[in-house]
């Protein structure tokens, strides 16, 4: 199994520009969830879903859109990249609630805003 | 008080030695408690989780204080390669949120020759 897949590695953007950072796993996990790290700081939750259809909002959304159309696929997009999104984002997944299990992440995406 | 507070560290100690991670927790109502580990610039991975009565996972033991909000990782007999950041993880309990996991900014490990 691949567990929870991450794309791009890497990225540099441009102030103003946007992307979407995908997210896939193929464990048949309900719960997703997006989190950033930033040098230091402890991962902040900016959204989850805990089903196909169902999305919300965690500690740091703002800047942030996500969409969850199938159970696998938990894309996040940044409209206007801003400096303040600079960091590493990981894409978590988890059967059931989290408390249960804990959760499996996804290598991570690290993003640079110039 | 920070939802979840940890050393930061550096621990450096000699291989073989034993090292003691705290961390405390904000929220009573939390259930669910774990230890992750986080290798430089890789993904965190699940280590172990933290029950009630305590427990162990060969060279790792967990502890946990409800009652002071308290959780404790040991590690005995150090090797190079338990270097790492130990996260400390609760799940955070209210309202329609209660598989969200908080995270602890971790204490960093350096286990020397």
């Known amino acids: 199994n691949a567990g929870v897949t991450q794309t791009p590695k890497f990225r540099i953007l441009k102030i103003g520009q946007s992307m979407t950072l995908q997210c896939t796993q193929d464990m048949n996990h309900n719960y997703m969830y997006w989190y950033r790290q930033d040098p230091g700081m402890g991962l902040k939750l900016i959204y989850y879903s805990v089903g196909a259809g169902i999305t919300d909002k965690g500690e740091v959304p703002n800047g942030y859109n996500v969409s969850r159309s199938t159970t696998e696929d938990f894309p996040l997009r940044l409209e206007l990249a801003a400096p303040s999104q600079t960091s590493v984002y990981f894409c978590?997944?988890?059967?059931?609630?989290?408390?249960?299990?804990?959760?499996?992440f996804g290598s991570g995406t690290r993003l640079t805003v110039v | 008080r920070k939802e979840v507070e940890q050393d930061p560290g550096p621990f450096n100690v000699p291989e073989g030695a034993t090292v003691a991670f705290n961390c405390t927790y904000s929220?009573?109502?939390?259930?669910?408690f774990f230890w992750y580990r986080q290798d430089c610039r890789k993904e965190p991975k699940l280590l172990m989780s933290?029950?009630?009565s305590g427990n162990e996972d060969g060279r790792f033991t967990a502890q946990l204080n409800r009652a002071s909000q308290y959780i404790s990782l040991l590690i005995r007999d150090s090797k190079l390669s338990d270097s790492a950041t130990y996260l400390c993880v609760v799940n955070l309990n209210y309202g329609g949120s209660q598989g969200n996991l908080i995270f602890g900014k971790g204490t960093k490990l350096s286990v020397k020759p």
């Open positions: 929220n009573s109502a939390s259930q669910s």
């Open positions: 978590a997944s988890s059967y059931g609630g989290a408390f249960l299990s804990g959760y499996t």
């Open positions: 933290v029950y009630s």
